[in-house]
């Protein structure tokens, strides 16, 4: 059964979308948003802080989708995320609020460089027109290169994961592009299936997160979390700046509680970074 919170969020999310007015802002991205009925459309009426992508490089096209088996023609990253988001910010001068980044989330699904320049490329034609501003941060998460695959001076404008999970670091120490984000697997990290308390492994894992991601200067985004409110609400007091939610609804109602007023919420987590 459909809650009635379910379909007012999902109404208010579509009329948000088509207009400027700003959404209470969620502390979460919207993990796999292309199975979304409306890719990005959603995320942004519902205000969440960004979105993640799949990307498999067919030809000289960027595809999005979980698996090849699931790739269509039509469904590119342009067409489904870089045009959209410039159309919106040139409309708006926002693209998710005033002085708010807003986080792409790109990953590689396939350890192809070709995928990577092929990527590299597409962004340099947005690179004044989207990424200049300030207001969209393109990061890739999962396989990332070293610089000499990219064949040039890597783009201010896109920023790599640090995993927690491994040896932190020494990525930093090793890292030629520019860290945008600690990204904390709750599965292998955390764990706590949101009963009784948190056991102390877990509150020590997600406490050394936050540290790390403090001192280094870069939000900090947990995915494969939980949908409990109960888990939720821990990993925000702890520190925690994003939230990967794969199910919209369920994940929106959760967080509502936690959404904050552009005018009132807490210093642009990504500022950090830039």
């Given at each position: ?128 027109t989207l990424f200049g501003r300030g207001q969209v941060r393109a990061v890739l998460v999962g396989w990332w290169p070293t610089l000499q695959v990219v064949g040039q001076p890597w783009p201010a404008y896109l920023g790599v994961q640090l995993p927690f999970e491994g040896k932190p670091e020494e990525t ?103």
């Amino acid at each position: 059964m459909i809650s009635v919170g379910l379909i007012v969020i999902g109404a208010l999310a579509a009329e948000r979308t088509d207009s400027c007015d700003v959404p209470p802002l969620l502390p979460a991205y919207s993990h796999n948003d292309y199975l979304a009925p409306r890719p990005l459309a959603e995320a942004l009426g519902a205000g969440y802080r960004g979105v993640e992508v799949d990307l498999y490089r067919d030809g000289n096209r960027l595809l999005v989708g979980h698996d090849r088996r699931t790739l269509r023609p039509k469904r590119t990253l342009e067409e489904l995320y870089l045009r959209p988001l410039e159309m919106r910010l040139s409309r708006c001068d926002f693209v998710l609020a005033p002085n708010t980044t807003f986080f792409l989330n790109l990953e590689l699904k396939e350890r192809d460089p070709e995928a990577l320049r092929l990527l590299v490329n597409h962004l340099e034609s947005y690179s004044t027109t989207l990424f200049g501003r300030g207001q969209v941060r393109a990061v890739l998460v999962g396989w990332w290169p070293t610089l000499q695959v990219v064949g040039q001076p890597w783009p201010a404008y896109l920023g790599v994961q640090l995993p927690f999970e491994g040896k932190p670091e020494e990525t930093i120490a090793r890292a030629g592009p520019p860290i945008s984000l600690l990204s904390v697997d709750y599965s292998k990290s955390l764990r706590w299936n949101g009963r009784g308390s948190v056991p102390r492994r877990a509150q020590n894992a997600l406490a050394e997160a936050v540290r790390l991601g403090r001192a280094i200067g870069v939000p900090v985004r947990v995915h494969q979390a939980r949908v409990n409110p109960r888990v939720f609400t821990w990993l925000l007091e702890t520190g925690v700046d994003l939230i990967g939610v794969k199910e919209l609804g369920p994940g929106t109602e959760l967080l509502a509680p936690h959404g904050e007023s552009p005018n009132t919420s807490k210093p642009d987590p990504v500022k950090r970074t830039q």
